[in-house]
């Protein structure tokens, strides 16, 4: 558990968006992301979680080069990634990959299962002959739950549950340290999502991988995490060990987010205080100044519109960006 | 005491496709009482969807029903369309998950209010938009007047929610249809969205059924809840009794596999093992035998019918007595 | 978990996957104007492949006994009748189809292999490959098509093969801009990214990923060509810039019918029903493969 795999500086992602008249056009940097930092180790997962528009999709597209970054950096193994040429960072992506959200649109709906999941195999083993490729398909197919009969069958014959998995197989074929996972379950049923997400954390005991899982649903997020990250506009809002966040979250937005999530519980649910954001999200071609998250902020002050709040630490490895997270919120304890 | 104002029974939609007949619901009798929310809760293809879309009338062309779903002295299902027509957006309403399906791109959304008004309730222009301004603000729409003048696109996904919810509830209907109308929000908005529906059920009285596969969102706002699986009710009760003690191996599994802020983490979720049924190939008798882990020889043979056993369920585990 | 299980079934046979395209084939089979059409062109083809060597006169042999149009006579093997030179019709007819089949045909081939790598690499790679792909595209389409084969057979003299190029260089403009919008549209799609992150090359992705997706599309689209470029060939050769005699094609033989019609009407008639009974299939085929790829907008 002590070797850093990852280490994201101050990353950025913009897209020049036009703005204006119908000639000359302006161009405003939309802040898809805009410094973001952390590290990751081997065997660790960290959750990042965030409302729509909150970039978590586009950090994790970013940390994979699947997206040029505007600026920060991504060391891997020690290694800058962002200065790559193509080749180089082909070489490095041997071993990092992604799951995607929806397992039907992730797989090419003219190959077969063995095909998808022998693709990475073709591109980095291009040596290797089709009897040993099938052989370690196969044996992949099993280790996700997969009947290793199916090799010949094409994507809309598996249900959905069995599509992710098929896109796991593949992300997880190359024996990768690190692999991305964006909503993996949000598409799936709930009756399948556990079985997926034990499929997840399963592959990743066993193969020491270190994860970023993408997700909206904080309830899953606290099941699989070590760390968890709470995106806002593009911005980290908190960070911090799993259980810290949920028992002692110190950003008003976390609070928010957490008085929010259902319970399956009507007794709870319907009893329980909420916090309610007020108004709406902000344009991100227009962020308010200061705190992005203040227009929203039941604790916003004057200094929350002039300065930009920087990290405190309210306890190890738990980093927060508010001015106010010293005063106490909403007693967010979820438990009666 | 009660009064029913939907009352489906014996409700089967079949599907003709080129591969075969589809049973996408079979037999399933539900009822909604006045002002309360009937939370129908299930996967993907157990058939929540279709029965709703049934009763309005919305099916597929190749979909066919039998049964009844009487509402307000008419079956719906037997109904013509000219019937249908005054019934439905006027006294039964339907909410779907993607705003954006329900509102017209190039109008702006105040005319698509307005609209319905002037048709299903004859105001003149002046008279409509003060009351479809006064709806948007009864959705807690911040600024009406402002929002009343922009297109779709220009509103974010709850706010969108919102109008299509302060469409179908301009005619003062009796009963709302909500289909997963908070599963393409983000969780504060949904919250939001259900705080404003129990609302609107507490002080106007309007009843819902609100289809959903999220077991919290129906935990905060159903009065009674049914569960669905392969087409069929496999459980229904009051919304504290099904969260307390359900009796449906399905239903506690369910329950298990939705991990909650207040457990422990573990390391494993519990999970309902295997995938479900395609519709077409249906196992013989319980349709849940194959995932289920207190399967015993006669839920090969035998479906079991929805009889009382602690709850309205269908599993010979809680009918002891009628065995 | 489960793998063991699976690992226990290892040794069973592997199940066969049924493809989009053998679902396709199976929708297309049931399509009963669809098959019929196919059955038509493919008897159509064998005919004007097979047909002239069974026949008592060839092509370009003048019945020097009645050089003048006549009715069918079956005594003297003029089965259909002769043309105004006493070749006979049929022959004429069917040697003519083999030309105009073999126009549209390998026409589109080349106007597929162009527009098709045009509008894949264009949509695919995108910024100023495509800018610069697009804006000919859109220049070739401005210049008006009579001209730009008139040049071409002024330039290089008259030329069979010539003529291919021609109107495949022509018929891959609509093409091209088909295939770039699917590409556009693939795109965006996860599996393209998937691909990606498996470390694809851009080839490798166009190839393996893009093609076999777009073709779906595309194959609609050539059996809607075929008969376009059948009758392009048929105005090219009436404006003179087509097969040149005794050689023929069914455009020609309209033309010389047409000129007959009053007089000897079978002139016109036999190749008009050979031509249209083709064009006819093709367009019903297309509909029907368009159905067959595409189920979700019927």
């Not at chain 1, 990475?120 to 040596?127: E, F, I």
């Not at chain 1, 950003?251 to 649910?269: G, R």
């Not at chain 2, 809760?41 to 029965?51: A, L, M, P, R, Y």
């Not at chain 2, 395609?278 to 929805?306: I, M, N, T, W, Y």
Request: glycine share 8%.
């Amino acid at each position: 558990m002590s070797e850093t795999l990852l280490d994201v500086k101050d990353l950025k992602v913009h897209y020049p968006v036009r703005t204006g008249g119908l000639v000359i056009g302006t161009y405003t940097p939309l802040k898809a992301l805009d410094g973001v930092s952390f590290e990751l180790k081997a065997g660790e997962t960290l959750g990042v979680v965030g409302e729509s528009g909150c970039g978590k999709s586009t950090l994790g597209r970013a940390v994979l080069q699947l997206l040029p970054a505007t600026g920060g950096a991504v060391a891997w193994l020690g290694r800058a990634l962002n200065d790559l040429d193509a080749k180089a960072l082909k070489a490095e992506r041997e071993r990092m990959q992604i799951v995607f959200q929806d397992p039907l649109a992730s797989l090419d709906p003219r190959m077969t299962a063995g095909d998808i999941i022998a693709e990475p195999l073709r591109n980095y083993r291009p040596h290797m002959s089709k009897a040993e490729m099938k052989a370690k398909v196969k044996d992949m197919m099993g280790r996700v739950g997969l009947h290793s009969t199916m090799i010949n069958r094409y994507p809309h014959e598996f249900s959905g549950g069995q599509c992710q998995r098929i896109g796991i197989a593949r992300a997880m074929i190359l024996d990768p340290k690190l692999v991305v996972c964006d909503e993996p379950v949000s598409a799936l049923d709930v009756s399948i999502r556990a079985q997926v997400v034990n499929l997840l954390m399963e592959l990743q005991r066993a193969m020491n991988l270190a994860m970023i899982f993408i997700s909206h649903d904080l309830s899953i997020v606290r099941h699989i995490s070590h760390r968890v990250m709470v995106l806002y506009l593009g911005k980290t809002m908190e960070i911090a060990p799993r259980d810290a966040l949920y028992a002692a979250p110190r950003h008003p937005y976390t609070q928010a987010l957490l008085s929010a999530v259902p319970v399956p519980d009507p007794t709870i649910a319907r009893a329980r205080p909420r916090l309610a954001l007020a108004g709406e999200l902000p344009s991100p071609l227009n962020p308010p100044s200061g705190c992005v998250f203040r227009t929203r902020c039941p604790r916003a002050t004057k200094v929350c519109a002039e300065v930009e709040p920087t990290r405190a630490q309210p306890g190890t490895g738990h980093d927060v960006w508010c001015h106010h997270w010293r005063e106490s919120g909403l007693e967010t304890k979820v438990a009666p | 005491m009660t009064q029913r104002i939907l009352d489906i029974s014996g409700l089967n939609v079949r599907f003709a496709t080129e591969d075969g007949e589809v049973a996408a619901v079979s037999d399933v009798s539900l009822h909604v009482n006045k002002g309360e929310c009937l939370g129908i809760v299930g996967e993907s293809g157990c058939g929540k969807s279709q029965t709703f879309m049934a009763v309005m009338g919305l099916l597929a062309a190749n979909g066919k029903t039998t049964g009844s779903a009487r509402f307000g002295g008419i079956d719906l299902l037997k109904a013509d369309e000219r019937t249908l027509n005054t019934v439905r957006g006027n006294r039964l309403a339907m909410v779907f998950q993607d705003p954006m399906t329900s509102l017209t791109p190039h109008m702006r959304v105040g005319r698509q209010l307005t609209e319905v008004l002037e048709r299903h309730r004859g105001m003149d222009a002046k008279a409509a938009r003060a009351e479809a301004i006064a709806m948007m603000a009864r959705v807690q729409i911040p600024e009406p007047e402002r929002r009343f003048a922009m297109h779709p696109h220009e509103l974010s996904g709850g706010l969108r929610q919102r109008i299509v919810l302060a469409m179908a509830l301009l005619c003062g209907p009796e009963l709302v249809i909500a289909d997963e109308p908070t599963t393409a929000l983000d969780v504060t908005v949904q919250a939001l969205i259900l705080d404003l529906m129990r609302e609107l059920k507490e002080k106007h009285g309007t009843s819902f059924v609100l289809i959903t596969h999220d077991l919290g969102v129906v935990a905060g706002l159903a009065d009674r809840v049914a569960v669905m699986y392969a087409g069929r009710v496999v459980e229904s009760a009051g919304v504290r009794e099904i969260f307390a003690a359900p009796r449906h191996p399905y239903t506690k599994g369910l329950l298990a596999c939705t991990p909650r802020l207040t457990d422990a983490p573990t390391a494993v979720l519990p999970t309902i093992p295997g995938q479900p049924p395609d519709l077409q190939k249906l196992p013989p008798g319980c349709s849940f035998h194959p995932r289920c882990a207190a399967v015993f020889d006669r839920c090969r043979a035998e479906r079991p019918a929805l009889a009382e056993g602690g709850t309205l369920n269908a599993c010979f585990l809680n009918h002891t007595v009628a065995a | 978990m489960t793998s063991a299980h699976a690992a226990a079934l290892d040794t069973a046979g592997d199940v066969e996957g049924r493809s989009l395209w053998q679902d396709a084939w199976r929708r297309l089979k049931r399509n009963r104007a669809a098959l019929a059409s196919m059955i038509i062109l493919g008897v159509v083809a064998a005919v004007c492949l097979i047909g002239p060597y069974t026949l008592p006169w060839p092509y370009d042999a003048i019945d020097w006994d009645h050089v003048e149009a006549m009715p069918p006579n079956m005594e003297l093997g003029h089965y259909l009748g002769t043309d105004s030179v006493g070749r006979d019709l049929l022959a004429r007819t069917l040697v003519g189809g083999r030309v105009s089949l073999m126009v549209g045909v390998l026409a589109t081939m080349v106007a597929l292999f162009i527009g098709v790598t045009v509008g894949a690499v264009a949509g695919f790679v995108g910024g100023r490959v495509d800018q610069l792909l697009m804006r000919l595209v859109d220049l070739l389409y401005s210049v008006p098509l009579t001209f730009f084969v008139i040049i071409l057979m002024v330039m290089f003299g008259r030329n069979f093969i010539l003529m291919f190029l021609a109107i495949g260089a022509v018929e891959w403009l609509t093409m091209a801009r088909i295939v770039r919008g699917q590409t556009l549209s693939l795109k965006s799609k996860e599996f393209i990214e998937a691909a990606r992150a498996s470390g694809g090359s851009t080839a490798g992705i166009i190839l393996r990923h893009v093609v076999p997706n777009v073709l779906g599309v595309v194959i609609v689209y050539v059996t809607l060509t075929i008969p376009q470029v059948i009758l392009l060939e048929s105005f090219l050769s009436f404006l003179g810039l087509g097969v040149q005699e005794p050689f023929t094609s069914w455009g020609v033989l309209l033309n010389e019918g047409a000129a007959e019609l009053e007089v000897n009407p079978q002139t016109l008639i036999v190749p008009a029903v050979f031509m249209t009974a083709t064009l006819f299939c093709f367009n019903f085929l297309g509909d029907g493969l368009r159905d067959a790829l595409d189920p979700k907008d019927r």
